[in-house]
């Protein structure tokens, strides 16, 4: 007969443990353990130090790429520049110097004296028409400046800037790449504009005002400069690196500071570390932009760019630079911030508090009044943790992908996803027939 099947159970044990195994199995369960939170710790340090790291490189990269892959925002990043009064100045005391400098006033002199001598005029008066040289090269400067600052401070001059700049976008990336010639263009260790449409229609205008001869003037030196360092070399190569760089760097830093988030055995406390961290990044790239614009300030001459038109020019270069770091700042702050609300703290657990009894008073006083959510405000109530997840997601994710965010912005998305929390709490509280709170589901947190 054969014998009966046995019946699947736990393992055969030999024998009960004796205390002494039993502290030893403890021991090295605990001794496990805490080297797999060392590993987990050991590698969430290094995804956040990358984090730190490649923040700021972040930063700059993506400015640098919408710098040279959008036109719209590189003619948007120079645009002010045109209606500036140190650079108008400082564009108008350039052109008038330099078409002056290519009237020929000696000529005009030796003209004069030999019409004196040819008129029989005295000797002494012919002798000394040469002196004339002085207060008429003083007329015509003043007279060429006045022509030059009537069009440089015109519409017509911000709508010729700004055209030139679109038209020479393609070639802004070659200025950063340090290849080819164009409108903006890099010249030894300058940046310089070339301005010949606005010394042309200098020209032009010279000659509306009665000055026919200026149709004369022979070409000059139509740019100026807008940077120069003795490191554009290195500054161009660097530039090359980040417009590689610029679409995928954000990216990783986010994946890097996510990754470290979710290994990390405190999930909150590291997101919140994380977000101080790339916070306290962002200040040290404002104070490095604070320091980059001293050191370019103190190596341009002002016989190059005057230090007014210079700061300018370097403060609206970095403009939409100095916004990015400080929107990422804005985020950091807010992500910080959240992580503390959503913790243990005294603080936090007053705010939850005071919240969540305005937002139940709230949907309370809608069901007595009879605006009652029934069941979607009950799977509301009981799926809190899911919807407020998915609120917060989106706000992340619209932030994510909107074109240029600014603070402002940041403080929108907020805005918006603070009411949308708060709406679902009312309409989660006011499910109930009675105005009672309604059973919590397990989920709920």
């Given at each position: 007969m054969n014998a009966m099947p046995r019946a699947p159970g736990p393992p055969h044990d030999d024998g009960a443990l004796t205390p002494g195994e039993r502290d030893d199995y403890r021991r090295l369960r605990e001794r496990e353990a805490l080297h797999h939170r060392r590993l987990r710790y050991a590698a969430t340090s290094v995804l956040l130090v990358l984090a730190f790291v490649l923040s700021p490189l972040a930063v700059v990269a993506a400015w640098a790429d919408s710098q040279v892959s959008d036109t719209d925002r590189y003619?948007?990043?120079?645009?002010?520049?045109?209606?500036?009064?140190?650079?108008?100045?400082?564009?108008?005391?350039?052109?008038?110097?330099?078409?002056?400098?290519?009237?020929?006033?000696?000529?005009?002199?030796?003209?004069?004296?030999?019409?004196?001598?040819?008129?029989?005029?005295?000797?002494?008066?012919?002798?000394?028409?040469?002196?004339?040289?002085?207060?008429?090269?003083?007329?015509?400067?003043?007279?060429?400046?006045?022509?030059?600052?009537?069009?440089?401070?015109?519409?017509?001059?911000?709508?010729?800037?700004?055209?030139?700049?679109?038209?020479?976008?393609?070639?802004?990336?070659?200025?950063?790449?340090?290849?080819?010639?164009?409108?903006?263009?890099?010249?030894?260790?300058?940046?310089?504009?070339?301005?010949?449409?606005?010394v042309d229609k200098v020209k032009q205008q010279l000659v509306a005002e009665g000055y026919e001869k200026a149709s004369n003037i022979p070409d000059v030196d139509k740019t100026i400069t807008l940077f120069r360092t003795e490191k554009l070399d290195d500054a161009q190569a660097g530039m090359r690196l980040l417009e590689v760089v610029g679409t995928w760097l954000p990216v990783t830093v986010v994946v890097l500071a996510a990754l470290a988030v979710w290994s990390a055995p405190a999930h909150r406390v590291t997101l919140m570390t994380a977000a101080i961290g790339i916070g306290v990044m962002m200040v040290l790239l404002l104070v490095a932009l604070a320091v980059a614009r001293r050191v370019y300030l103190d190596s341009v001459p002002p016989a190059t760019l005057p230090p007014d038109a210079a700061a300018t020019v370097y403060d609206t270069f970095v403009r939409f630079l100095r916004a990015a770091t400080r929107t990422v700042l804005v985020a950091a702050v807010v992500t910080a911030l959240a992580g503390y609300l959503y913790g243990p703290g005294r603080g936090a657990r007053l705010v939850r508090s005071v919240t969540g009894r305005a937002t139940g008073a709230t949907g309370r006083a809608m069901a007595h009044s009879g605006l009652r959510t029934g069941a979607t405000g009950h799977w509301l109530q009981t799926h809190r943790r899911w919807t407020t997840g998915i609120v917060i997601a989106a706000a992340a994710l619209a932030l994510f992908l909107w074109n240029y965010p600014t603070a402002a912005s940041v403080a929108l998305i907020l805005g918006v996803a603070v009411l949308v929390l708060a709406v679902l709490a009312i309409l989660g509280a006011a499910s109930a027939a009675n105005g009672t709170t309604p059973t919590r589901g397990p989920d709920h947190e």
């Open positions: 003619v948007q990043t120079v645009a002010p520049l045109a209606k500036d009064p140190s650079v108008q100045n400082a564009v108008t005391d350039r052109l008038t110097t330099r078409v002056v400098d290519n009237v020929d006033i000696k000529a005009i002199t030796d003209a004069l004296s030999n019409a004196l001598a040819k008129a029989d005029a005295p000797p002494a008066i012919v002798d000394k028409s040469h002196l004339l040289a002085g207060p008429l090269k003083n007329a015509l400067t003043t007279a060429v400046h006045k022509v030059v600052d009537k069009v440089v401070t015109s519409d017509q001059f911000a709508q010729l800037w700004n055209d030139a700049n679109r038209r020479a976008h393609a070639a802004v990336v070659k200025t950063l790449t340090g290849e080819g010639t164009s409108a903006v263009q890099a010249k030894g260790d300058a940046v310089v504009l070339d301005l010949g449409t606005v």
